[in-house]
């Protein structure tokens, strides 16, 4: 059965709400950001969402068209890469939990952590000093620092 049309679609505007700002953040709109906090002396790209309870530290650059979901903290002197996806829901039910926030996980990224664009990171702890490729996939926990690539992301390599 077709849908009717119709001529008064609810619409929401994107911007920036309840955030607190630590020096000299700059941010490049349009963005959609709310209740969250976001470090001294970082940056965010245009195109990206960060959602409430989400804590950014200090001097880290968040790339175009990622999507920081709740939950989410990530400390000083990271990367995040264009197109970086944060899941904090993984359908433990066979669906998504929705609004349901007590299904939802967290994930703390260490500092001095780098994410290369369109990577996806689901609920996991990334220790400090890791690089994650382009396009890897996070489902574990990182403990130890080094490259990590693939789907799902291994390591490849120490840092020296």
């Known amino acids: 059965m077709q849908q009717p049309i119709s001529d008064s679609p609810k619409l929401k505007q994107a911007g920036i709400v309840n955030v607190r700002f630590g020096e000299q953040v700059t941010v490049v709109e349009p963005v959609n950001i709310y209740g969250c906090s976001i470090g001294d002396h970082s940056f965010v790209g245009?195109?990206?969402?960060i959602q409430k309870n989400v804590l950014i530290g200090a001097y880290c650059k968040i790339q175009s068209h990622s999507f920081i979901c709740e939950l989410v903290t990530i400390g000083d002197h990271c990367f995040i890469g264009h197109g970086v996806m944060f899941v904090n829901d993984l359908f433990q039910t066979g669906k998504p939990a929705g609004g349901d926030a007590s299904q939802w996980k967290a994930t703390h990224i260490g500092h001095h952590v780098s994410i290369g664009s369109n990577a996806t990171i689901l609920p996991v702890t990334i220790c400090d000093g890791v690089v994650i490729g382009a396009g890897a996939v996070v489902t574990k926990d990182i403990n130890e620092?080094?490259?990590y690539a693939g789907n799902p992301a291994k390591k490849i390599r120490s840092l020296s």
Do not use: K
């Not at 245009?46 to 969402?49: I, L, M, N, R, S």
């Open 46 to 49: 245009p195109f990206t969402e």
């Open 145 to 147: 620092p080094g490259i």
